[in-house]
Structure formats: structure tokens, C-alpha cells
């Protein structure tokens, strides 16, 4: 069954063994920093529940929902040991399902407190600092939604990285090539009013979606609904008629401010270091409707990788980059762009004939996240599964022939959070084959390769299945 | 009160802990910096504040994002030279 809310989904984890309370009383600096990187950092890290935290005895937080592989298996309803690989499959599987729209309700437990005036950001949520050099306090797991005014039946759900600036003022960073930061070009040309809720703590399919790298005119909730296996539940925001989640605990309401720009961040971001200080868009709080207390707020560690930001926008843009490319290279059989955000992209691929590798890396950089994201593209053939990096590192051995399966593009788009970038925004594309060559290609010689004996993969999952039964 | 980050002299607590006595809430009306009064020194004392991550008045001025999120009028078909 599929998750209403995010309590609903803490429910599953802790009856699957994947939910850690933390009761001892926390700091929230540097504590939930601290304990939160950790679970990100360790293999197979739990979900965090502080229950106690210094200052807000009405408050408690959630870290590291999707913080490792088992925890994302549960967010999409499946065994907590399923690999990587058949994750990525099951998704791939369910985005085909796309469009299950979104089913309007009228009441919702997120509407049980509506606060108009004299609120506090600070008093309504435990907020923290998430690194050291950061700005200040940032909700860096929430959903914006907003609504095109030009187009108001599109309507976009991201996540974007959110400064609590003031009681009832926050920052929010636009990049030219988000959606929301189009709906602000119409809206500040046209002159009219532009609404944002914030969706605080929800289902967690909710932000799995809301960062995956959608074309514009997607609906991120028909796509939540395809996921899910079943719609979501949205109801009305008090002002301006955006569909919110029904399950979320907290939504934010407000006016994004026309024409005016602040100081906002930085704030660190998914490379490992903190993204610059910039005049960003601020959005004038107006209300607020949320859950009765005790309120959970979840939000998101972002530092050194690996971490939980890296399961959230991993298998999410792996399957959207397969599915634009696979429309026009059946071949190709994965692809994985887990590492920074798929700075280093793996796509696995038959071989149509000798130097199709490069093609297919062509094809990736011209997808909407290959223009800028990817910097090293590594192609192997379909028999090794780019998500195990020891058969990657095999085909890198034992495939790869420097002086003709290596090419570089120099001055490329590249992604602006790169901190190793000449000039930022430009950079080097790195494409490596180590795919088996192929006619025309010249042979390899001495190729004579070992088979695996025939029901290698069968073993497999019968010796985890009796190993999983073992008491 | 004076901003760690900015030195700016109007920085003022806006918060107080829900729970008495926990801790302060403080903020910069120049450069929307916030801390909390139990952070670490190099947060909240001005002469520990990172070099690079200091802000002033003149670095503020040159903070607009590049690409601009909206492009002045009729930008992208002008010639640049």
C-alpha cells in the first residue's frame, strides 16, 4: 500500500527495523548535523526520529528518509533488500504509468491549524543549521509549488533550496533553468501576483519526484500518482488555488516579491562545498496551516557525498535520462548517473556496431541533465551492470583502449556547482568506451572470453533468499 | 549586536527559545544572517568569521546571480560586440 503521509511511511520503517529514535535530548547545532551525516555517510543508515530536541519541547525532527538503499526500497513500497538495479527497474517500470492525475480533497490533517497572523517561522519549526558556513536556517527537503501564470493549469512542484530570512520572510534560490524562475519571467513582465506554497515533511514520493528532472509542462503529481500506484491526495491552498499534498505537515504559504532581490546562502550543496552567496527572490509568508503539534519537521543533511541527497536525486534522474534515450537507442540496457548528481554517468548498452559507444555518449549530453551534469561518461557493454562499479572497473581494465576510446570535448556546458571548473559553467566532457569492440572496430586478439556458467544470476538470488531465511 | 558575517551594527535577537532559557535567536537586517546563541565561535563572533565568507556592502553589490534568473529586457538578441 502506498503511503499517505509521512507518518504513515515512519510506521512502515520502524516495523521493518529501519527507524532509529533518537530519545536523548539533541542540540540543534551541531547534533542533528552530526548524527544525520553519519546515517547518510554509513552503508544501510536509518531513518533518524529526534525525539527530544534542546529548545522545542513541541517539535521533533526526521533525518535520512531515503539515506541509504534499503530505506529508498521502503519509500516505494518495496522489500527493504531489493538491489539497486532491480530498483531502477521497478521505477522505470512505474514511470510508464505516467499520468495517474491527482485526486482533490476538501479537508485534510494539514489544514487542523490555520494561522493568519503573528506567526513565527522560528516558533513553528525546529530549525537548524544544516552546515557551519551556511547562511542561516534552511529547509532544504521542502516542495515549492507554484502555478505558471501565463499557462495556470501548469503547475510545478521542486524542490529548491528555502532561507528562513525572518518571521515571515524567506529566501529561495532560482536558477535561470528552473521552472519556477520561468513562471517569475511571466510573472514580473506581465505584472501580476505570483503564489508559492511550501509543502514541509510529506509522503516520501513527494520530494522523489519533485527532484527528478521532469520537462517543463510535466505534472509532478501525475507522476507521484504513477510512482505510488495509486493518486495522490492534493487539497487547496488557503490563497491563490495551488494544489498542496494532502499528507504533508506543514504547508507555507506566501507571494514571491516582484522585481526585488536579497542576499540569500550560501548554503552547501551536493559536490561537497558550499555554493556561493547570491541576490535571490525572497517570498513574503502570509500563512500557515499545519498538523496539531507534536509537529514532525524532516529535513535534509547535504555535505560530503555520499549522503542522503545522493539516493534522493539518484535512481530519479537515472530513469528519466534512460527514458530519453531509450526512445531513440533501444539498446541501451541502464544507466547510472548516481555519482554527484551523474557527474560520472555509466550507461550500459548493446553495441549497435564499432564506435556506437560515443554516440550514445553524444545522445546523453544532449538530454536536458546531460547538457550540463555530466563530466565523465563511462559506456559498457549490456553484460555489465553499471550499477556494480567492480564490473564497471572490469570493463575499465579489460575493455578500454586509451588511444582510440577516449575523447574529450573542451569548453562544454558544464554544471555551475562544479568547484573544479575554470570558468564556471564551462568545462571538459570526458567519454570513455570501454565497451568490447565491434565490427568495423578491430577485434581484440586475444579475447577469449570466459562465460559465466549459465544460472550464475539464478544462484544469486536463491542464496540471498536462504540467506534472508536464515533465523 | 554586530553581524558575524557582515559587521553590519544593527544585528538584534528576534527569537527567543520556546523553551525558556535555551537559546537566542539573532539576525542581520543587511545580510539575512541568523544565528542561534549556543552555535560555535567561528559562527557567532565576527573576528572568527571565515574571511571568504565575509560580506560587505561593495560585495553584496556584485552578488547577482549569472546567468540573471530573468535576463533584462530584449538581452538575449542584442549583439555583444
Not at chain 1, 271 to 300: A, C, H, K
Amino acid at each position: 500500500m502506498p503511503y499517505g503521509s509521512l507518518r504513515e511511511f515512519l510506521e512502515k520503517a520502524e516495523q521493518e527495523g529501519r527507524l532509529l529514535r533518537i530519545a536523548e535530548e539533541v542540540r540543534l547545532e551541531p547534533d542533528v548535523r552530526t548524527i544525520s551525516c553519519a546515517a547518510g555517510r554509513m552503508t544501510g543508515g536509518p531513518v533518524l526520529l529526534f525525539e527530544k530536541v534542546l529548545g522545542y519541547p513541541d517539535k521533533k525532527i526526521v533525518m535520512n528518509v531515503h539515506g541509504s538503499w534499503e530505506n529508498h526500497a521502503l519509500t516505494l513500497d518495496l522489500p527493504k533488500n531489493t538491489p539497486v538495479r532491480e530498483q531502477f527497474r521497478e521505477i522505470v517500470k512505474r514511470w510508464g504509468r505516467y499520468p495517474v492525475p491527482a485526486k482533490r480533497v476538501t479537508s485534510a490533517p494539514v489544514k487542523e491549524v490555520v494561522l493568519e497572523r503573528d506567526f513565527s517561522l522560528f516558533r513553528e519549526l525546529p530549525l537548524f543549521r544544516v552546515n557551519p558556513m551556511d547562511g542561516g536556517f534552511f529547509l532544504s527537503k521542502a516542495c515549492a509549488i507554484a502555478r505558471d501564470p501565463e499557462n495556470p493549469s501548469n503547475q510545478n512542484v521542486g524542490i529548491y533550496r528555502i532561507q528562513v530570512k525572518d518571521h515571515d520572510l524567506l529566501g529561495i534560490q532560482l536558477s535561470a533553468q528552473h521552472d519556477l524562475a520561468a513562471y517569475l519571467r511571466s510573472a514580473e513582465r506581465l505584472d501580476v501576483p505570483l503564489r508559492a506554497a511550501i509543502a514541509v515533511s510529506n509522503d516520501p514520493i513527494v520530494p522523489f519526484v519533485a527532484s527528478s528532472p521532469l520537462k517543463f509542462d510535466d505534472d509532478e503529481y501525475a507522476m507521484m500518482g504513477a510512482i505510488r500506484g495509486a493518486p495522490v491526495e492534493v487539497v487547496s491552498s488557503e490563497i491563490g488555488a495551488l494544489d498542496v499534498p494532502a499528507g504533508a505537515e506543514m504547508i507555507i504559504e506566501g507571494e514571491i516579491l516582484r522585481h526585488h532581490r536579497a542576499v540569500e546562502g550560501p548554503f552547501a550543496e551536493y559536490p561537497g562545498s558550499y555554493s556561493s552567496s547570491m541576490l535571490q527572490v525572497e517570498i513574503r509568508v502570509d500563512r500557515i496551516t499545519r498538523r496539531r503539534d507534536p509537529i514532525l519537521f524532516e529535513n535534509l543533511y547535504t555535505g560530503e557525498p555520499w549522503g542522503e541527497i545522493d539516493y534522493l536525486q539518484g535512481l530519479n534522474t537515472c530513469a528519466t535520462i534512460y527514458n530519453q534515450m531509450k526512445l531513440d537507442f533501444p539498446e541501451i540496457e541502464a544507466v547510472n548517473a548516481l555519482y554527484t548528481h551523474g557527474y560520472c554517468t555509466i550507461i550500459a548498452s548493446r553495441m549497435r556496431f564499432g564506435g556506437f559507444a560515443k554516440t550514445l555518449a553524444c545522445r546523453l549530453l544532449s538530454t536536458p541533465h546531460g547538457i550540463t551534469y555530466p563530466k565523465l561518461i563511462i559506456v559498457v557493454d549490456a553484460n555489465v551492470d553499471p550499477f556494480n562499479l567492480q564490473q564497471v572497473i572490469w570493463a575499465l581494465t579489460t575493455r578500454f583502449r586509451p588511444e582510440r576510446d577516449l575523447a574529450l570535448i573542451p569548453n562544454a556546458p558544464a554544471s555551475t556547482l562544479d568547484p573544479a571548473h575554470l570558468i564556471r559553467g564551462l568545462g571538459t566532457k570526458v567519454i570513455i568506451d570501454a565497451t568490447t569492440p565491434v565490427y568495423p572496430d578491430i577485434p581484440m586478439e586475444d579475447n577469449i572470453s570466459v562465460d559465466l556458467p549459465a544460472d550464475t544470476d539464478f544462484w544469486i538470488g536463491e542464496i540471498q533468499k536462504r540467506m534472508q531465511a536464515k533465523p | 549586536m554586530i553581524c558575524p558575517r557582515c559587521d553590519d551594527q544593527r544585528a538584534a535577537k528576534i527569537f527567543d527559545s520556546p523553551e525558556s532559557g535555551a537559546w537566542e535567536i539573532y539576525r542581520c537586517p543587511r545580510c539575512f544572517f541568523t544565528w542561534r546563541s549556543t552555535e560555535e565561535d567561528r559562527v557567532t563572533r565576527p573576528e572568527l568569521y571565515d574571511a571568504d565568507f565575509k560580506l560587505s556592502e561593495a560585495k553584496i553589490r556584485e552578488m547577482i546571480p549569472k546567468p540573471p534568473i530573468v535576463p533584462p529586457e530584449g538581452a538575449a538578441s542584442k549583439p555583444r560586440y
